[in-house]
């Protein structure tokens, strides 16, 4: 019993404090953008989780890079998904279906640790995208 009360002691912060976010998977958006995660760009905590909102059953969410030992994941079509994010660093994520026309949103939990490799990766990552390849470049300027 004494166990149980001091692991919830040292739980119950960090389940007061972290927090949900929210990323709508958009065929387009009120500006006339296509194919765009929104927002495109979120800074979080360690601890705080991510629910992406599909507008339709043609989008998911899938990680592209993650930070070494950071959680790699894939949402199902067209369903709303919950991720939570432990490790610090820089997670970029696509929609499957629409990579290559730029759908591509960056997470940055606590610090920006693999910055450098997130940077080098997408060199190559890049050439994958046809089109919005300025806005997906222009998210990844955004990570400090």
């Given at each position: 019993?004494?166990?149980l009360?001091?692991t919830?002691?040292l739980l119950l912060?960090?389940?007061?404090?972290?927090k949900?976010?929210q990323?709508?998977?958009?065929?387009a958006?009120?500006?006339?953008?296509?194919?765009?995660m929104?927002?495109?760009?979120?800074?979080?905590?360690?601890g705080d989780?991510?629910?992406?909102i599909?507008?339709d059953?043609?989008?998911?969410?899938?990680?592209?890079?993650?930070?070494?030992?950071?959680?790699?994941?894939n949402?199902?079509m067209?369903?709303?998904?919950?991720?939570?994010?432990?490790q610090?660093?820089?997670?970029l994520?696509?929609?499957?279906?629409?990579?290559?026309l730029?759908m591509?949103?960056?997470?940055?939990?606590g610090?920006?640790?693999?910055?450098?490799?997130?940077?080098t990766?997408?060199?190559?990552?890049q050439?994958?995208?046809?089109?919005?390849k300025?806005?997906?470049?222009?998210?990844i300027?955004?990570i400090?």
């Amino acid at each position: 019993m004494k166990r149980l009360i001091i692991t919830l002691v040292l739980l119950l912060p960090t389940l007061l404090v972290a927090k949900e976010h929210q990323v709508k998977l958009l065929t387009a958006n009120a500006s006339g953008q296509t194919m765009i995660m929104e927002p495109d760009f979120l800074k979080i905590s360690p601890g705080d989780s991510v629910r992406f909102i599909p507008s339709d059953a043609s989008h998911n969410a899938q990680s592209l890079l993650s930070p070494k030992g950071g959680i790699t994941f894939n949402t199902p079509m067209g369903k709303v998904a919950v991720v939570e994010f432990k490790q610090e660093g820089v997670f970029l994520y696509k929609c499957l279906p629409h990579f290559a026309l730029g759908m591509v949103g960056v997470i940055q939990v606590g610090n920006a640790v693999n910055l450098a490799d997130v940077k080098t990766q997408w060199q190559t990552l890049q050439a994958g995208v046809v089109m919005n390849k300025d806005r997906v470049t222009a998210t990844i300027a955004k990570i400090k």
